[in-house]
């Protein structure tokens, strides 16, 4: 089992930065892929960004892409998201979600299906 507890969450301004971390723990030494997803009210859960564990690839949906940067420290089992030049429409819950199996080579890594732990979630509101 992978444990996972999001942080780094809360309001910002449009045009403002927040950073999200992930903590992982457990059975961290059998990760593939770590990716943050997000959910509005109202819609069904999108892949934001994901990173391989070991050769740490990084992937990016297009709405976010030049604006989010995500990283990983593997000695710290940490992922984080930072944002930058936040729009308002990135108002969701974050989450953080580990493949502990490679399930994201054969569902992508792009899908919620390819993960198998997912953190509580963290609240990210920008306002206009």
């Known amino acids: 089992q992978v444990q996972l507890v999001e942080s780094g969450g809360g309001l910002v301004q449009a045009g403002g930065s927040l950073r999200l971390s992930c903590a992982a723990s457990g059975r961290t030494s059998s990760i593939a892929a770590m990716g943050w997803f997000r959910q509005a009210p109202g819609k069904e859960r999108e892949f934001v960004s994901a990173i391989t564990w070991s050769g740490g690839y990084t992937y990016y949906a297009d709405s976010v892409k030049g604006r989010f940067t995500i990283s990983r420290d593997n000695a710290k089992n940490m992922v984080y998201l930072q944002m930058n030049s936040l729009k308002p429409e990135d108002t969701a819950v974050y989450y953080c979600?580990?493949?502990?199996?490679?399930?994201?080579?054969?569902?992508?890594?792009?899908?919620?299906?390819?993960?198998?732990?997912w953190g509580q979630g963290t609240q990210v509101t920008v306002s206009s």
């Open positions: 979600a580990a493949d502990p199996v490679g399930r994201t080579v054969v569902a992508g890594i792009r899908t919620p299906t390819g993960y198998i732990h």
